[in-house]
């Protein structure tokens, strides 16, 4: 075998290698015939109301002007600058928790409701509000800043708003565009703020299927994914001017050994 022949099968034998080896960090949930999560096991998750929360609450019952003074309402005031005839639909007044996990509603007053869940909430103001209604109203409660943002290595980067109050980390992956090839799927990084204003830093993997198990796979309003780059995309980062320099050198040294092996075999 020529000294040709035995550089080409060296090369070639660790580049299949390295392949092998890489693949195993790409594929999500690789694990996952060993996971079964059985129905009842983990609670479904429901948003809880945390400080800076913005919330619309309406009250109905059958005679809406009973309701009325419990849901104040907004006109928008380019629209009725442009014609004050026209008639547009006002937008609910929205309730912004303060730091305590409060907010001030009419009539009630202060209430606490940081850290309960939407039901609960509802649960709260329903009971609240029959002494002055008279009868059993209908209260919902919406979220309306439910955000959550995804940074680092992903195809489309940014802040993204949920509708419907529930997302989990595949789900905002998908919303970024899917990790880019130089994404470390195995280092995750979620960054969530607690009620108490602290910070929580929390490591996920998602090459394992055991991630549908913990308490971080549904994110909670203002999380922040950051997915960690590979050592490829450090090294391509650190490329500079003296690096392309170096590179070309050793093209031209590898060309002219080869063209001298060319000549002397």
Partial sequence: MTF????????TAAF??????SYKKVPYLQN?????VPAGE???YDARIMPKDLLTITVSTTDPTVAAPFNLTVQDPTNAAINYKTTTQPSLQQYLVNNAGEIDFPVLGRLKVGGMTKNECEDMLRSQLIPYLKETPIVTVRMVNYKISVLGEVNKP?????????VNVLEALAM???LTIYGLRDNVKLVRETA???RDIQELNLNDANLIRSPYF?????DILYVTPNKTKSRNSDIGNTTTIAISATSILVSLASLLVTIFK
């Fill in 176 to 178: 970024a565009g899917d």
């Fill in 4 to 11: 040709k022949s035995n550089i080409l099968c060296f090369l």
């Fill in 196 to 198: 108490d204003g602290g």
């Fill in 42 to 44: 983990i609670p479904l």
């Fill in 32 to 36: 996952s015939a060993t996971v079964n």
């Fill in 16 to 21: 299949l290698l390295s392949g092998c080896t």
């Fill in 218 to 222: 549904y994110l909670q309003q203002n």
């Fill in 158 to 166: 940014g802040t993204f708003t949920v509708t419907n109050e529930k």
